[in-house]
């Protein structure tokens, strides 16, 4: 097998309570790579239109890559595909912390579970065998509950992919977390609910003794030698605030989302939780991922006050932004205490964030009423209000068993305009960047395969502040400019699909460049493939998860933005002028795209790619 490879993977069929072990098609490692490339090709062949995301048809879809379990920095990886129950097209999260180099251990490259249980299960990978036991113990336990009950029974030489009472009530943006307290989250597109259809609670791995080898591990060492050092300085703020650093800055520049939003301007809310000032006032430690020199996880303990106990992994960026700023909520013991809840129910902080700011303007509007909230005034600010609609959200009770289906299905069902103010992409919640500060970030969100997504491809990055000549971007683009953005935001996107095949980290990209990456795949695998080579592999991943989202009925309607979004100009110190031109920025990506008006790829561009068949 080539390096970086252990060659198999395992399916699980629930129903059946059957394993069997498979190989891996050496021409399609070529063609894809693993991770979500590897993913995209198993759920478009088998899953389709006519998919139930919450029937046993659904194929629940981990996945690691070349990277995995070598010295490459950043790639204690791993990802899960599946169709998403909140969207209805493709899904897919990614988690760090060290699940996918103990997969691997155990001699597996991924694992496909079909089907469902009759009764909750966990399934077992250790010592040589694959078991499917009972969970009815572990069912209703929350995520950091089952880390101590699964250790007391089998040890602390283990891994956990688990879902909480989240994923078991089938909310549609339930998340599947590891690493106990530290709560590593594969969050987005509801795949937790995925899991907890398939009456599935955790997969648990005993560490193995198997390594992928690497094929030219000396050029590797020697040049990691040079890059590790590189990625520790540039990062450096991440090691010691973590991603929640970016909170006053990004309010500074006009991209934190305020009061759902609508607002341009909280600098003092914005300064009360942020990274320093948690690293003044309850940080307590801090840790890494598998194989990552950043260590940008922070730990958090709160022992007293009405927000107490809170003893786990503290808040990131995106948790500070959606369930802070979004819903005015300036208190950073309530958001860590929030933020808490969330992952010990296993619950994505971005959709629950969102869900939770279009109820309060939706309250403040008089759109809801105390009788649709059963009972809760739900105001601005009101961090009681946020704890509460996060445990309603997560039981299914009251007025949190609507939430529960997302904020789009909620407009959808109370109306009287509520849409207008619902802020999301093909159903996915929009994360805490503001796209009206970036016109890439704009582009990026509506033509995102999984719905709003900043990571899909990070070309706000390039937008003012970074480069890579290796990617044709010798400068910063102009982040209002609309000049060759689509070009951008393709050629990032494709290089983010790459990342998530290889499984690293993309934070490691705003200290790496696209060629670095290209080259440690070649020693990683003994490949030879040239550069061109390696981005036509990442444009390949890209327009065939286009295809799978075409298949479930996707085309140039869904590639837009929420009308806020588009129209609303903020008003505020920081608050950019502009609005993202969205329609002329479209045409242009298409066109760099070979894809005709409608969105679909032409013939010859998938014949290119070698995808005429699908």
């Known amino acids: 097998m080539d390096g970086g490879y252990i060659g198999k993977i395992l399916r699980i069929d629930l129903t059946s309570r059957s394993v069997a072990e498979e190989g891996l098609n050496p021409g399609e490692l070529r063609q894809f790579i693993g991770g979500s490339g590897l993913g995209a090709k198993i759920l478009f062949r088998e899953t389709d239109q006519n998919t139930d995301p919450l029937g046993p048809g659904n194929v629940l879809i981990y996945l690691t890559g070349p990277f995995v379990g070598t010295p490459v920095p950043t790639s204690g990886r791993h990802c899960i595909v599946a169709k998403s129950p909140l969207t209805g097209i493709w899904g897919e999260a990614e988690a760090g912390g060290k699940f996918g180099v103990w997969l691997k251990s155990l001699g597996y490259d991924g694992i496909v579970v079909h089907g469902a249980s009759e009764s909750p299960v966990y399934v077992y990978i250790g010592e040589g065998k694959t078991e499917i036991r009972d969970a009815g113990h572990l069912w209703g336990k929350d995520t950091y509950e089952i880390e101590g009950f699964l250790e007391g029974e089998l040890g602390h030489e283990i891994a956990i992919s688990c879902i909480g009472i989240a994923g ?78 970016s909170i006053s800055p990004a309010e500074a520049l006009g991209d934190l989302p305020i009061k759902n939003w609508q607002m341009g301007e909280w600098s003092e ?72 809840l969330c992952n010990r129910y296993g619950m994505d902080t971005i959709s629950a964030g969102a869900a939770i700011a279009w109820s309060m303007e939706a309250f403040e509007k008089g759109i809801l009423t105390e009788k649709d909230t059963h009972g809760l005034p739900i105001h601005w600010g009101d961090t009681g209000v946020l704890l509460k609609l996060i445990e309603w959200i997560a039981k299914r009770k009251g007025f949190g068993d609507l939430l529960a289906e997302g904020s789009k299905k909620a407009a959808d069902v109370i109306g009287h305009n509520s849409s207008s103010f619902t802020i999301h992409v093909k159903g996915l919640e929009l994360p805490g960047h503001d796209p009206r500060c970036f016109n890439g970030l704009g582009l990026g969100y509506a033509t995102s395969n999984r719905g709003a997504c900043h990571t899909n491809s990070f070309a706000y990055i390039y937008m003012g502040r970074t480069s890579d000549p290796s990617l044709n971007i010798p400068k910063p683009f102009e982040r209002f400019g609309t000049e060759g953005v689509g070009k951008l935001v393709a050629a990032v996107q494709n290089l983010m699909a790459l990342c998530d095949s290889l499984n690293i980290c993309k934070f490691t990209a705003f200290g790496l460049q696209a060629d670095d990456l290209h080259r440690w795949l070649n020693w990683v695998t003994g490949w030879n493939i040239p550069f061109e080579e390696f981005l036509k592999i990442g444009e390949r991943i890209y327009n065939l998860k286009r295809l799978y989202n075409l298949k479930c009925g996707i085309d140039r309607k869904d590639d837009t933005l929420p009308e806020r979004i588009l129209n609303l100009k903020r008003e505020g110190l920081h608050a950019p002028e502009g609005l993202p031109d969205l329609p002329k920025m479209l045409d242009g990506y298409y066109m760099v795209r070979g894809w005709d008006q409608n969105g679909i790829p032409r013939k010859e561009k998938l014949s290119k790619l070698g995808l005429e068949n699908i």
């Open 168 to 245: 078991e009530n089938l909310v549609k943006f339930a998340s599947i977390m590891h690493e106990g307290k530290h709560a590593r989250a594969a969050g987005r597109c509801g795949l937790g609910a995925v899991m907890g259809s398939k009456k599935l609670k955790a997969i648990v791995l005993k560490r193995g003794n198997l390594r992928p080898q690497v094929s030219h591990k000396d050029e590797l060492a020697d040049d990691l030698k040079k890059v590790v050092p590189r990625l520790k300085e540039i990062k450096k703020d991440s090691t010691l605030y973590g991603t929640s650093r």
């Open 269 to 340: 809310g914005a300064d009360k939780i942020n990274g320093r000032k948690m690293a003044e006032t309850i940080l307590v430690g801090r840790f890494a991922c598998h194989q990552c020199p950043v260590a940008c996880g922070r730990t958090v303990k709160i022992t007293e006050g009405p927000f107490a106990p809170v003893d786990g992994g503290g808040y990131e960026y995106e948790t500070g932004a959606m369930l802070g700023s979004n819903c005015l909520i300036d208190n950073m013991e309530a958001i860590s205490r929030a933020n808490e």
